[in-house]
């Protein structure tokens, strides 16, 4: 009998986190998930088998103190789902020094920190970061859909993903930069057209197939390539 998947789902206290921390559970995966306070564990302590960690994200400290935890653990994928949307605003005149700082820290700066921070804990032979991006960050494809300030800190994220690549000596990493469609979550808001549900089973669908796939790939839910 073959071990169970593993895998480190980062920024799971709701929405599209928890909803893979549910699926991938469901589908026997060995899972650790984080939140940022442990007031915020008990709807993953509620899903069974799903190990319930620490992190916010943009602390120094706290990822320290994370793979201080983690060493000696390893993972055949990490998930890094956390995000903001940012100001509600939307709007370059309106932003804020500190309101842009953030933003592009949450979103595009800090999920490389924890890549590179928890890479020991990522098997070497086949291990899959993935990294929740969006259509809104592609340069090509996410003018016009709206939210500028935030696709840009996509756009940011979906950069520093490629000059992570670039830099790892490891031929056999696999990255992804995934969109997860528009989904009803707090940030996607209730018009949104796909459910959580739907949303997850295809992301959870997309990393399957990619692991033991080296390279970097930025694509949907629903494995559509996505133009950068
Ligand atoms: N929903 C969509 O339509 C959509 C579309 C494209 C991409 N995305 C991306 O998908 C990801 C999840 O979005 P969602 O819709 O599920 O949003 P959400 O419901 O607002 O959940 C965001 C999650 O990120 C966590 N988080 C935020 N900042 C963090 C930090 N500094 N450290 C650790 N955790 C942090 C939140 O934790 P707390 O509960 O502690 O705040 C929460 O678990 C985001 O990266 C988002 O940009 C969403």
């Not at 650790?32 to 620490?54: D, F, I, K, N, Y």
Request: net charge negative; with cysteine; proline share 6%.
């Amino acid at each position: 009998m073959t071990a169970p998947r593993s895998i480190l789902i980062i920024g799971a206290s709701r929405g599209l986190g928890l909803g893979l921390a549910s699926e991938f559970a469901a589908r026997g995966w060995a899972v650790t998930a984080t939140v940022r306070s442990t007031a915020q564990q008990a709807p993953l302590q509620a899903l069974p088998g799903v190990c319930a960690e620490q992190l916010e994200m943009t602390d120094a400290d706290s990822l320290e103190q994370l793979a201080e935890r983690l060493n000696g653990q390893q993972f055949d994928v990490i998930f890094v789902n956390a995000g903001v949307a940012g100001p509600a605003h939307h709007s370059t005149a309106q932003a804020s020094a500190e309101e842009m700082g953030h933003l592009f820290l949450t979103n595009a700066v800090a999920p490389l920190r924890v890549a590179e921070r928890l890479l020991p804990q990522l098997s070497p032979e086949h291990g899959l970061i993935v990294f929740m991006s969006s259509i809104l960050g592609s340069i090509e494809a996410g003018a016009g859909l709206g939210m500028p300030l935030y696709g840009a800190s996509k756009a940011a994220l979906n950069h520093l993903a490629q000059c992570f690549v670039r830099n790892q000596d490891n031929p056999q990493l696999g990255v992804l930069l995934m969109h997860p469609g528009w989904v009803r979550t707090d940030m996607g808001g209730a018009d949104a057209p796909l459910d959580i549900a739907s949303s997850c089973k295809g992301m959870v669908e997309q990393v399957s197939a990619a692991i033991g796939q080296p390279g970097l790939r930025y694509l949907d839910y629903q494995g559509n390539p996505l133009p950068w």
